[in-house]
């Protein structure tokens, strides 16, 4: 097996370019000091040139230079330099970082070669930690947002309306090519949560971060009869922001659980994994999302300040809501915008009379005379 002097993890959020860029720089300035280098790539067809734990033991030194989830919890131990894969696009700049590497181990030779600010081992600010997470999200949604776009977009050459069935351009086709990519489409904001969470907490969170991401788009259904909640009512989700949340939630839900069942014996970690970190995390992860649902769901009618709606009349949320209906952002019946009402209460849309006819949507009651 063939040792080498690097190895080194590239990745990208999308998986195309600037990942194979920081390899072929990483290979050149390794060839320019006469070392040996095995670069790993992380791009959208998967993992490529993949290292063995017989390379990872064997190489002195490692660089990591990803915006994403690159498993770097196998280099422990080993020196290492871990960045942005934007710092390691140029040869000039993948020297440095292999100088620093090499640095790490104690290696005089190169020590005295590397710039005073790159001997400082750089640590991961909080910031490129939370971006690194999002972008693994983003980078396996986006074959998703790809596929469902695409064909959702040739389902409308047979015509804009070809998907339904009441319509003159209808076409079977069509339709299912409308069916095929909106399903594609619904799933980007679960795959979004559950690979934010899965950067987090590695595989036992991919399980809460598909439900966080599920919850984020369907809400807290509520009954629109009893203004209860009812498993068979309709709810109104949070989209992209919500996803977001859920998967960083549901990702740190499972470290947390992972210290809570830190002291329980080692021949229950089987138990562990395939029971209780998918119903604890699940649990924790739903309710906390359905709690956060339900005040979304009842600033739906003031959705610019959606965070003030606990705090607010109803009286205050009202020029807001005329504007959001006005524009066409909201569909729906609206809510009553008060803290007082929990569950939110679903208030029938109000009639108007000839002079406010021209509207796109009528006003609410209170501007009513």
């Known amino acids: 097996m063939a040792k080498f002097d690097i190895i080194a993890a590239t990745g990208c959020p999308t998986g195309i370019a600037h990942t194979f860029m920081a390899k072929e720089a990483l290979e050149k300035a390794a060839a320019e000091r006469g070392l040996t280098i095995k670069v790993e790539t992380h791009g959208q067809v998967g993992v490529e040139n993949e290292l063995t734990k017989s390379e990872i033991a064997g190489a002195k030194a490692v660089v990591v230079a990803a915006d994403k989830d690159v498993q770097a919890e196998r280099f422990a131990g080993k020196p290492m330099v871990?960045?942005?894969?934007s710092k390691a696009l140029s040869v000039e700049a993948a020297g440095k970082l292999i100088d620093r590497a090499l640095a790490a181990k104690g290696d005089d030779t190169v020590a005295a070669a590397a710039d005073v600010e790159d001997d400082v081992e750089e640590k991961e600010s909080i910031g490129h930690i939370i971006y690194k997470h999002l972008m693994n999200g983003v980078s396996h949604m986006l074959v998703f947002v790809v596929a469902g776009g695409v064909l959702t977009a040739v389902s409308f050459l047979w015509g804009i309306t070809s998907f339904d069935s009441t319509a003159s351009d209808y076409n079977s086709f069509a339709a299912m090519l409308k069916i095929i990519?909106?399903?594609a489409m619904n799933l980007m904001v679960p795959v979004l949560s559950a690979y934010i969470a899965e950067s987090i907490g590695k595989r036992p969170a991919?399980?809460?971060g598909f439900v966080a991401g599920m919850i984020a788009i369907q809400g807290l259904p509520v009954n629109a009869e009893t203004g209860?909640?009812?498993?068979g009512g309709?709810?109104?989700?949070?989209g992209f922001l919500g996803g977001i949340v859920g998967g960083f939630l549901a990702g740190y839900v499972?470290?947390?659980l992972e210290k809570v069942f830190a002291g329980l014996p080692k021949n229950l970690d089987g138990l562990k994994a395939i029971f209780l970190y998918p119903l604890f995390s699940t649990a924790i992860v739903g309710l906390v999302m359905l709690g956060i649902s339900g005040p979304m769901a009842a600033s739906r009618a003031c959705p610019p300040v959606a965070p003030l709606s606990w705090v607010l009349p109803s009286a205050a949320c009202a020029p807001l809501t005329w504007a959001a209906r006005s524009t066409r952002l909201l569909t729906l019946p609206v809510p009553l915008c008060s803290p007082r009402h929990w569950p939110p209460v679903l208030a029938p849309i109000p009639t108007t009379s000839a002079p406010t006819s021209w509207l796109p949507f009528p006003p609410p009651a209170s501007f009513r005379r």
């Open 82 to 85: 871990s960045v942005g894969v």
């Open 181 to 183: 990519g909106g399903i």
């Open 206 to 208: 991919l399980v809460p």
């Open 228 to 231: 209860m909640i009812d498993a």
């Open 234 to 238: 309709a709810g109104v989700g949070f």
């Open 254 to 256: 499972i470290l947390l």
